[in-house]
């Protein structure tokens, strides 16, 4: 089993930044494609950046430019580094690992290990 437990989400303003890490235990594999996704109510998680175990990044269009997705495997922590963040982008913010793909998922269904989730709230 794996576990991984999100931390640094927070309130932040438009326009401000937040790091997000994801600290993963248990049966961890650096070969494991990892994601982060983010739900707000009544919508279904989405992909927002994946990096697979080659560090190929995948980014929603939504966050290009604007997030940067990176892992360190000698530490079993992948991070999402947020940046010129918007009220948008608010919502609960998942780390997810895929341990069979090669690349990141666009769909959340791909992945087997899920955090608790983080909350990132941006207000204008």
């Known amino acids: 089993q794996v576990q991984l437990v999100e931390s640094g989400g927070g309130l932040v303003q438009a326009g401000g930044s937040l790091k997000l890490s994801c600290a993963a235990s248990?049966?961890?594999?650096?070969?494991?494609?990892m994601g982060w996704f983010h739900q707000v109510p009544g919508k279904e998680r989405e992909l927002v950046a994946g990096?697979?175990?080659?560090?190929?990044?995948t980014y929603a269009d939504s966050v290009k430019g604007r997030f940067t997705i990176s892992r360190d495997n000698a530490k079993n922590t992948v991070y999402l580094q947020m940046n010129s963040l918007k009220p948008e982008d608010t919502a609960v913010y998942y780390c997810?690992?895929?341990?069979?793909?090669?690349?990141?998922?666009?769909?959340?269904?791909?992945?087997?290990?899920w955090g608790q989730g983080t909350q990132v709230t941006v207000s204008s």
């Open positions: 997810a690992a895929d341990s069979a793909g090669y690349s990141a998922s666009y769909s959340q269904y791909q992945y087997n290990y």
């Open positions: 248990g049966r961890t594999s650096s070969r494991y494609t």
């Open positions: 990096i697979s175990s080659g560090g190929i990044t």
